[in-house]
């Protein structure tokens, strides 16, 4: 069995019915998109390393209503990207994935200069890429030129 | 009295402030290193000299306006850079490529990338002392920057890919170029090995320095040339096969034990692998359009998202866009591969010694503007 069913079999059992969609096309460039709370993020992850995943990207998306985190997991099979979308309210707080993924660390570093989100329990939360003593986030839609600010509804409703 | 001296702890960690200007941190890398004598304790390197918030850049341009941006994320592959923007919103906004296009933007990506792989082995053997190799390879080099300054009309900051295309068809010139150019490469690879791989000095400095082991690749999520020098064969051009990638017969090189020379090994022979591409590209080039005409030319994709990943000199990278539904992206992230690769230097640099830190870093193969974005 490939590591994908195995990992999504297992998720299925850990969230709600609908939170994992498939993408047999391959369209949006992942297989499987899992919707996952926020408490729910560190089994989640522990999971996808058990499964012998890796993890591939850490980013935010900043909607009016709600931040989102995406987490790409790969493994070294053919197509097998799995997206892990975390719904994380611009006064949440959510855990870190350092003590479960080593390179979640300089990525949650870089998420934090971006979008201003602290992550729970990082060692290190020095600005990665923006000067040290910055305290703008240059990717929150408040910040400089925006184009478009919308709520989620409108993008993915 | 006696049982109250202790002995006195004596601190004999002593920080060294390697780069951002050092000429072997290629680019604006600046390491701290905690040194206990010659014995590295503790590596943390400081990135961000380079930023230039291409991210919030993406945001607030047209999605045909990003294109110059690609090129100068990773300055030494912006044709591959550029060649997987461009996919990533074709596939985002359904636009179709003709089959000549497609041709030629592998054969130039291979070009840019054994163009990447002779820069980083030059530069590579005179970080050890080597000068000679050095010229060799810049010598080599130039005759791909000919080739592609012949189409592209520019060195080092392509911009040849459009939605749909190129910008300009290549002609006969351009082939027979590319095909002697391969020839030519080819027969340089004794002098190579001759120079460099059978050189004791060379393998010396760098057979079982700095290995990798696949469990510390997977932790730090290093990918490319140096996860497949411990053993793994992951190329994102076998494992999600875009453009026409699945219709060339090429290897993916591996290493056994991920050190320095494994790395060193795995970058020559891919070299030698992207010859093979471009020589059956070149036999197969169809005749027809270089551009799809019918390409919008104010690119509004729909309301959605694509994580679009390609396989750039350095590793998987991938372009992650959200659209809604304007000209303007609602989000653009970059996967970069030397975020990963950098950062498991901070592992691997424990307990090795200063000179072989630079044979290290050296092998490892990061472009630093590409991590600050």
Known sequence: M???????QKLRTMLPEDAVSADEAYKAGVVFSVRVPLAKLRDAASAFNEAGFYLESITGLDFKDTAELVY?????????????????????????????????????????????????????????????DADYHPLQKTFGIVHAYHTREEIYG | MAEQFQEPVVEQIYTLNLGPQHPST?????????????????????????????????????????????????????????HGF??????????????????????????????????????????LGGFTPFLYAFDDREQIL???????????????????GVTKDVDWQFLDMTASFVKRLRSRWPDYHNLVTKNVIFIHRTRDVGVVTPELARQYGV?????????????????????????FDFKVPVGSKGDALDRYNVRVEEMEQS?????????????????????PFKVKPPKGEVYFAFESARGQTAYYLVSDGSGYAYRCHIRV??????????????????????????SIDVVIPEIDR
Not at chain 2, 101 to 112: F, G, T
Not at chain 2, 225 to 247: H, M, Q, W
Request: glycine share 8%; net charge negative.
């Open chain 1, 72 to 132: 790409h997991f790969n493994c070294y099979e053919p197509k097998s990207r799995i997206a892990v979308r975390v719904l994380c309210g611009h006064d949440q707080t959510p855990k870190t994935l350092v003590d479960i993924f080593a390179s979640a660390e300089w990525q949650e570093r870089e998420v934090r200069d971006f979008f201003g989100i602290r992550f729970a329990d990082n060692p290190d939360m020095r600005p990665l890429l923006l000067p040290e």
């Open chain 2, 146 to 164: 000919d080739i592609l300054d012949r189409v592209s009309g520019s060195r080092l900051t392509y911009s040849y890919c459009r939605f749909g």
């Open chain 2, 337 to 362: 591969p030397s975020f990963g690769n950098l950062h498991v230097l901070t592992e691997v640099l424990k307990g090795t010694l200063v000179a072989d830190a630079i044979s290290i870093l050296g």
């Open chain 2, 26 to 82: 290629h680019g604006v890398l600046r390491v701290l290193l905690d040194l206990d004598g010659e014995f590295i304790v503790k590596a943390d390197p400081v990135v961000g000299y380079g930023h230039r918030g291409h991210e919030k850049m993406g945001e607030n341009r047209l999605y045909k306006q990003f294109i110059p941006n690609n090129s100068r994320v990773d300055y030494l592959s912006g044709m591959i850079y550029n």
């Open chain 1, 2 to 8: 490939a590591k994908k069913d195995e990992i999504v």
């Open chain 2, 275 to 295: 010859c093979r591409i471009i020589e059956q590209a070149l036999d197969q080039l169809p005749k027809g359009d270089f551009i799809n005409g019918d390409a």
């Open chain 2, 223 to 247: 990918t490319g040339p140096n996860l497949r020098a411990c053993g793994i064969p992951f190329d994102t051009r076998k494992s999600e096969p875009y453009e026409v990638y699945d219709r």
């Open chain 2, 86 to 127: 461009c996919l990533a919103v074709e596939k985002l906004a359904g636009i179709q490529v003709p089959e000549r296009a497609k041709y030629i933007r592998v054969i130039c990506s291979e070009l840019n990338r054994i163009s990447s792989h002779l820069l980083w082995f030059g530069t590579y053997v005179m970080d």
